[in-house]
């Protein structure tokens, strides 16, 4: 180890090839960079190819091994793993950058995942080259920041876009097939989700290398997603207009004779304003969930209550 | 129902809460949808399974987990009630009863997992220091999976096999009359805290004039039986407007 310390233009073969020569003391690789000279290291290319495989390995794994600390750090790292044995040939190096990947980490599958995937893939090309060449090189920690810089906003995003926009979309689109008991009211909205995330997703991820930390900015500042995101939201809420409509039935069915004359109460608010009695349920849900933040037990055990009580006492 | 009926059934579960077919496991899990049609398929009775699996989804519209836990198991919760009412000829409105609950216990479940998965990052941190990307892919791919499987398997088996004919049992001794009115009217209710929740998580509060317009459009047509799929093209030809009207405006 000496060696390294006092000659800078030492051969690649001098140094130590066994790891437990670079851990520091929280058992972290601290390769030398000089581990990554020579024509045996030099990165191989990456390809569209590539690209898919990245993000087919993190699409399959995203949830899989989910865990408390790490989050679903692990499977970006699985996602990444083909790629970085293309541009770490050198196994410390290698196992320095499966440690780093490995590191807390959460966002989003296809907003985030996708988009950052994407962009550690560029990072990580860069950083290898200039390695390889013995250049200045992306530090380590930068890769790191951008990641977890990103996968916040992103997340925020993609959350509501997917699972809470363009699925329901889908959902609301068949689910009146299901409610006629065809099977096809279930298959068709999962299959439909799952093909246009999966197709977007690696668009994202394309976009995320081609552009670098420039595509994220693209996403959270553009203007052209941010109408895409309006828009998504006016059919959203178009259709939850639709199923409010239609699938919301809630009536009363007070009725009495007064001197005669029969006076039935869903009548005489149908009069006013038809459908006045759902869309009151779902406004005064609405305006609960935008004044006391997402409690969704506490409005749907209390929801439950009052038609539970409201049901047994016959007033609706 | 069959040892072998809660066995395809419990699998089938254990494969989309272990995620451990992609990201394509996130509408079987976030909604109840496919797993009635599982469930449909595995009792033979795909009619019944789906007209109560529909009832079911209204309530559990507008489910997300940020940051992955959510408060109720769609995908456990209709596995168990679509297979109760299934086994009991019951009413489908008696799903939601069972399902509720079934999903608040499921989402424990499903922090569990996050829990025995820490067990496996031990094993990942050793394989990366030494570069070792078979074993790697191994603790990460496989054996969270396979801890999901030990978990839910087992579990939704005996929910199934012995709990679903004794809850079916019951819910049928207490489905007269009020009972079933206090239920259907509960079912028919609840579809609008799935549709709040949707509406709060597109969170643009501009935007809700589109909303009561479709609410009144859909409460005036609602005998001309205008299909889904119609008023989804309308929806999208209102959207692009809207696009096309803001672009402009921005400019």
Known sequence: ?316 | MSVMQALLIALFVAAVESRALGYATLTMRFSPLMAGFVVGLVLGNMPLAMTTVATIQLIYMGVVAPGGAMPSEPCIASAMAVSTVIVGNLEPEAAVAIAVPVGLLGSYLYQLRFFLNTFAITKMDACAVKADSKGLAFWIGFMPTLFSFVLFVPLMFVALYLGAPVVSGFMDTISNGPVLHVLSTVGGGLAALGIAITMHVIGNRKLLVFFFLAYFLQVITAQAGITMITWAIFGVIIALCYGMFTEKAAE
Request: aromatic share 10%; proline share 3%; glycine share 10%.
């Open chain 1, 1 to 316: 180890m000496s060696e390294i310390e006092t000659t800078e233009t030492v051969a690649t073969e001098a140094l130590s090839q066994d790891y437990h020569d670079y851990l520091d003391e929280d058992g972290m690789i601290q390769a030398d960079p000089r581990l990554m000279l020579g024509e045996e290291n030099k990165p191989e290319e990456i390809t569209t190819k590539d690209l898919m495989k990245v993000w087919f390995r993190w699409w399959w794994c995203n949830e899989v091994p989910h865990s408390f600390d790490r989050m679903v750090a692990p499977s970006l790292c699985f996602g990444l793993m083909p790629v970085l044995k293309k541009l770490y040939k050198n196994p410390i190096m290698l196992g320095e950058a499966y440690q780093r990947h490995l590191q807390f980490f959460n966002t989003q599958a296809v907003w985030g995942g996708g988009i950052i995937s994407g962009i550690t893939v560029s990072l990580e090309e860069e950083r290898a080259k200039a390695l390889n060449a013995g250049e200045d090189a992306i530090d380590a920690s930068m890769i790191q920041n951008t990641k977890i810089g990103l996968m916040g906003p992103l997340a925020g995003i993609g959350d509501s876009i997917d699972s809470g926009t363009v699925q329901y979309i889908f959902i609301a689109l068949f689910l009146g097939m299901a409610q006629e008991g065809s099977w096809l009211g279930a298959v068709l909205p999962f299959v439909c989700f799952a093909t246009a995330t999966f197709i977007y997703g690696f668009l994202f991820t394309r976009m995320g290398y081609t552009m670098g930390r420039r595509a994220a900015l693209e996403v959270m500042k553009g203007g052209k997603i941010k109408s895409v995101i309006s828009a998504l939201g006016v059919l959203g809420l178009f259709m939850m207009g639709i199923m409010a409509g239609r699938y919301v039935t809630i009536s009363t069915p007070i009725a009495f004779t007064m001197s005669g004359k029969e006076f039935v109460l869903q009548q005489t608010l149908d009069g006013i304003l038809p459908g006045i009695l759902p869309l009151c349920a779902v406004l005064g849900l609405f305006f609960f969930f935008q004044k006391k933040g997402m409690k969704v037990t506490q409005a749907m055990l209390g929801f439950t209550a009052i038609l539970v009580v409201l049901g047994a006492l016959g007033i609706l």
